[in-house]
């Protein structure tokens, strides 16, 4: 394999292949991390992970260690904050303090922070499910964006689109490098985003089933059995829709939603992020709302993070080669 992909996100991280190891609450820890870097591609450790200063601290310096002078980055979470206390600034401050030059931004509105981070001398990659807010984001200084289909797992918008429509909308509509997510797991799709105009794919979903996630093996060997159809969208009615795997206990939030839809009082005790990081503990994944996209049909077995991009690389190959194949005067 000679040949290698030269793309503008690859030139912005230094890294060897266009794909993104986006943030995953509670999972994207320092392990997940700097195999992502070993592994060529750029991983973000959740900030929102970490229960206070000291341990993000930790969490960065040791993912820093291990990253062996490979690029990562720290995913921050946009909130808007109902009790009025500003957890945002805090996090940019740890993340300027202990040298970050990579940030990823989701879930809001980034006018607020991006300015800060600019200043710092940070890159700043805006997530957003729609194309609308990517052109906001680009205009608001964003180094790059990327926007996430319906396919995807986590929050898809209020108004999925499915990722085919999206990035080649998005592609039209940016000048900024672009990066694209939802349902991605294969070389194929790969060089498919690539063509639509993409400079790099994120994925989540394909890679929870890597060895360096430390969710629960039962977990993992749940979703190697689990195909396209065995998703499911839930929350439309708080505006906050997630793609989550089915599970009993989502159902039962499903119907708790139809006869209350709106009502955050009944539905946020069994929504809570703490009720899925026990199931990555446990294994009981009956038992929560766990994020996941339809990408899981692509996760076919358990092996180290590193299998799996250099896998994704030679099925990008392949597909290169079979359009020059095909492609003829
Ligand atoms: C288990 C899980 C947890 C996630 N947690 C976060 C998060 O904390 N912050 C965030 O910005 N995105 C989060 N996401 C979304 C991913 O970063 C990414 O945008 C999405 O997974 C891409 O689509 P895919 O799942 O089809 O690969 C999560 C996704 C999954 C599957």
Not at 85 to 92: E, F
Not at 124 to 137: D, E, F, I, T
Not at 149 to 178: C, N, Y
Request: aromatic fraction near 6%.
């Amino acid at each position: 394999m000679n040949h290698q992909f030269n793309t503008r996100i690859t030139d912005l991280y230094g890294i060897r292949i266009p794909i993104i190891a986006s943030g995953l609450m509670w999972l994207s820890d320092p392990n997940y991390v700097s195999a992502a870097a070993r592994a060529g591609i750029i991983g973000f450790m959740t900030a929102a992970t970490f229960p206070d200063e000291t341990s993000l601290r930790a969490a960065i310096q040791k993912c820093s260690a291990l990253s062996q002078g490979k690029p990562f980055g720290l995913n921050i979470m946009i909130r808007a904050s109902r009790d009025g206390i500003d957890r945002v600034n805090p996090l940019i401050d740890i993340a300027i303090d202990e040298g970050i030059k990579f940030v990823e931004t989701a879930g809001n509105n980034p006018e607020a922070y991006i300015k800060r981070l600019k200043a710092a001398g940070i890159v700043v990659l805006h997530k957003v499910p729609g194309v609308r807010y990517a052109k906001k984001a680009e205009a608001l200084g964003a180094d790059a964006v990327t926007v996430v289909g319906a396919e995807a797992g986590g929050h898809p918008g209020v108004e999925p689109v499915g990722t085919m429509v999206m990035a080649a909308a998005a592609a039209q509509s940016l000048k900024i490098p672009l990066v694209v997510a939802g349902g991605l797991g294969t070389g194929a799709q790969l060089v498919a985003a690539l063509a639509l105009g993409a400079d790099a794919i994120a994925i989540g979903t394909r890679f929870l089933v890597c060895e360096e996630i430390w969710a629960h093996r039962r977990y993992k060997e749940k979703l190697v059995a689990t195909t396209e159809t065995d998703t499911t969208l839930l929350l439309q009615s708080l505006k906050n829709t997630q793609r989550a795997l089915k599970t009993e206990h989502v159902s039962m939030v499903q119907q708790l939603e139809h006869h209350n839809p709106g009502d955050q009082d009944i539905l946020l005790p069994h929504i809570m992020g703490t009720v899925g990081r026990k199931a990555y503990e446990t294994g009981a994944y009956e038992h929560a709302m766990l994020s996941c996209g339809q990408g899981v049909v692509f996760a076919d077995r358990i092996e180290p993070l590193s299998t799996i991009v250099d896998r994704i690389e030679s099925e990008a190959h392949i597909a290169m080669n079979r359009l020059q194949h095909i492609y003829k005067k």
